[in-house]
């Protein structure tokens, strides 16, 4: 959670997490794998109620992007500056908030959890071959969004 929010919000839905994994520790199945992929599934159910207000951040980045410049940075701000997007921070911003929250969650949980696909898949409930078609659609739809520039490459070959 610490690649996608500030600390202090990363601290509060870690704690959430924790929380909800001590709640949820009868549930804990050691014979479906890990306790990893569990600790994440639960982190993206907290993650999406968090979802809203972070999307409602995407949506004023793709507005502001490239204006505002007499305004103090906020934590948008310095999310942003974190992703090495360049001048294209608003049409990734806009297509990360146009991805469904499905796609969403396995892009994230790819790519900041750096979970392979079969974890993605314990993590989030669903079949091992959803992930990477997934994966798939996020990258066409966000090298799409980025003008041809594949954002899991750095290339162009949408």
């Not at 994440?40 to 999406?48: P, R």
């Not at 004023?60 to 410049?69: K, P, V």
């Not at 948008?76 to 921070?89: K, L």
């Not at 898949?121 to 091992?128: E, F, G, V």
């Amino acid at each position: 959670m610490g690649r996608r929010l500030d600390r202090q919000a990363a601290d509060d839905l870690t704690a959430e997490v924790f929380l909800a994994a001590f709640r949820k520790r009868e549930t804990f199945d050691p014979g479906r794998g890990r306790v990893r992929p569990w600790l994440y599934g639960l982190a993206s159910n907290v993650i999406a109620v968090h979802r809203r207000a972070e999307a409602r951040r995407l949506a004023a980045l793709q507005r502001g992007a490239g204006t505002d410049h007499d305004r103090e940075p906020g934590h948008e701000d310095r999310v942003v500056t974190r992703v090495d997007a360049g001048s294209a921070q608003g049409r990734l911003a806009a297509g990360l908030r146009a991805l469904p929250d499905g796609d969403r969650d396995v892009l994230l949980l790819s790519a900041l959890g750096e979970l392979s696909h079969e974890e993605v898949a314990q993590a989030l409930d669903i079949p091992y071959g959803t992930v990477g078609s997934r994966l798939n659609r996020v990258r066409r739809k966000l090298c799409t969004a980025l003008g041809g520039v594949n954002p899991l490459h750095g290339g162009s070959d949408g």
